[in-house]
C-alpha cells in the first residue's frame, strides 16, 4: 500500500499502547505515506504516545478530553494552525466503568450509561463538527471504529452494545450530512482484539478464543488487516465508500451457530 497516501494529512485519537487498534491504522497510514498529528488524553497516555508517533515521524500530540468542549476547541485550533485543512480523522475513543462490563445489562446504572454515551458515540458527533471545516476544500475521510456487539447481543458487552448501536447510526446520518461536501464518513467493526480496551470486557479471553475457533477464516483480526481497510477508506479507492460498517473479523459476522467441532 505504499503510496496509496502520500500527500495526505489526518488526526488520529485513541492511541493508548503499541497494541491499540487507533495505532495498527496510524502505523498503516504511515506506512501508505501519511503525515499523521495524535491527540491523548492526560500525561501517562502522552509518555506513551510520544515514542510511538515519533516512530511515524510525528511531532504533533495535543492532550483533548473530548467531554470537554473548550479542551476539543484548543485542539482543533492548535492542529487548524498547524495544518488549515486535513484529508482524514480517526476516532478510535470509548468508554464504560469496568464495572459494568460484567454481569447483566439491567444492572447498567445512569451515571454510566450517560458517560459511556457520551464518550463512545456523542464524542465522534462534536469531532466531526470540528473537523468538517478542515475538511470542506478538498473533501476528506472520517472514521470511527465499533463491535458486532452492536447489533447482536455480546455477553459482558452491556452497555458498551448499546453505545456502539448509536455511534453507527451516527456515523450513517453524518455520512448523509456530509455527503455533499465530498466528506465520507464509515465505521470499521472488527471482531474481538486483545487490547487494553478489550481487556476490561468480562470474559474477553473467552470471547477472543470463541471467535478465533468459529469464524469461517479461523482467526481474528489483525492489526496490520484493521490498518489496512482504513488506508483504503481513506485512499482516493475509497471515494465512494461511505455510511457502511466495514467489518474486518475473519467473516465471524455471518454464522447463525458455533463450527459443528465447537457445538
Known amino acids: 500500500m505504499a503510496g496509496q497516501l502520500s500527500g495526505k494529512r489526518g488526526l488520529i485519537m485513541g492511541v493508548a499502547n503499541e497494541r491499540s487498534i487507533a495505532w495498527g491504522i496510524a502505523k498503516a497510514m504511515a506506512d501508505a505515506g501519511a503525515e499523521l498529528a495524535f491527540t491523548y488524553q492526560g500525561e501517562a497516555f502522552g509518555k506513551r504516545l510520544e515514542p510511538l508517533a515519533a516512530s511515524v515521524g510525528s511531532d504533533f500530540m495535543v492532550d483533548v478530553d473530548v ?125 474481538p482484539m486483545k487490547t487494553l480496551a478489550g481487556a476490561a470486557i468480562g470474559g474477553a479471553r473467552k470471547t477472543y478464543k470463541h471467535t478465533e475457533q468459529n469464524a469461517p477464516l479461523r482467526s481474528n483480526a489483525t492489526l496490520e488487516a484493521v490498518g489496512g481497510t482504513a488506508v483504503y477508506l481513506a485512499s482516493d479507492a475509497g471515494a465512494y465508500t461511505t455510511g457502511e460498517i466495514i467489518r474486518v473479523d475473519g467473516g465471524f459476522h455471518v454464522l447463525g451457530m458455533p463450527q459443528q467441532d465447537h457445538l
Open 67 to 191: 467531554t470537554d468542549d473548550a479542551s476539543l476547541d484548543v485542539a482543533f485550533d492548535q492542529l487548524s494552525a498547524r495544518w488549515p485543512t486535513i484529508d482524514f480523522l480517526v476516532h478510535a475513543i470509548a468508554y464504560s466503568d469496568k464495572t459494568e462490563l460484567t454481569g447483566r445489562f439491567i444492572n447498567t446504572s445512569r451515571a454510566n450509561f450517560k458517560n459511556s454515551m457520551d464518550i463512545s458515540a456523542y464524542s465522534f458527533i462534536e469531532v466531526a463538527r470540528r473537523a468538517y471545516p478542515m475538511m470542506q476544500e478538498n473533501g476528506g475521510t472520517l472514521l470511527t471504529l465499533t463491535y458486532g456487539g452492536s447489533n447482536r447481543v455480546t455477553p459482558n458487552y452491556n452497555v458498551m452494545g448499546v453505545a456502539k448501536a448509536a455511534l453507527e447510526s451516527a456515523t450513517r446520518y453524518l455520512a448523509n450530512d456530509l455527503g455533499p461536501d465530498g466528506i465520507r464518513v464509515n465505521a470499521i467493526s472488527p471482531g
